[in-house]
Nanobody, 119 residues
């Protein structure tokens, strides 16, 4: 059973930073072969992708976080990160990591980690 476990969420003041981690375990196919993404879901809103990273390390970001968030990966640790800087109250949400489509373990999601940004 493949598992993704997120960590690093918490409460931070506006302008602050957090780094989220997502570690894969449980027989995941070569982690390096998977494109990974970070999503978030705020109360009353649909889940949206905020960042993605391909197996080759190419990244993309939602406009709302471009220039403030950075996604990276460490294949030796089966871990993907989301560095979040200059956080804003509108970044408050539950953040999830997931394996992106057209890669071996597509459809695998983590349980989510809460990020709360106070003004």
């Amino acid at each position: 059973q493949v598992q993704l476990v997120e960590s690093g969420g918490g409460v931070v003041q506006a302008g602050g930073s957090l780094r989220l981690s997502c570690t894969a375990s449980g027989g995941i196919a070569s982690f390096a072969a998977n494109a990974m993404g970070w999503y978030r879901q705020a109360p009353g809103k649909e889940r949206m992708q905020v960042a993605g990273i391909t197996s080759s390390g190419r990244t993309n970001y939602a406009d709302a976080v471009k220039g403030r968030f950075t996604i990276s990966r460490d294949n030796a640790k089966n871990t993907v990160y989301l560095q979040m800087n200059n956080l804003k109250p509108e970044d408050t949400a539950v953040y999830y990591c997931a394996v992106l489509p057209e890669t071996p373990n597509f459809g695998t999601w983590g349980q989510g980690t809460q990020v709360t940004v106070s003004s």
